[in-house]
């Protein structure tokens, strides 16, 4: 039970780190800000997949 617990509370800080690094790199103009738009609506897919995966291993 304890891993499951250290594997939701991972999930979030990842999405965390990520976005900052995205705002990172966009700040020093290596991604361009209409790239991130584009690509955002992965956002919610990665988290679908994410929740999914971990159901089914259950």
């Known amino acids: 039970m304890k891993s ?3 594997r939701k509370g991972l ?3 990842l999405i965390l780190v990520l976005a ?5 790199l966009e700040r020093n103009g290596l991604v361009e800000r209409q790239m ?4 955002l ?3 919610p897919i990665a988290i679908g997949a994410s929740l999914l995966v971990s159901r ?3």
């Open 4 to 6: 499951t617990m250290q």
């Open 56 to 58: 089914l291993r259950r």
């Open 41 to 43: 609506p992965l956002l």
């Open 36 to 39: 991130i738009f584009q690509l």
């Open 20 to 24: 900052g690094l995205v705002l990172l």
């Open 11 to 13: 999930f979030f800080p």
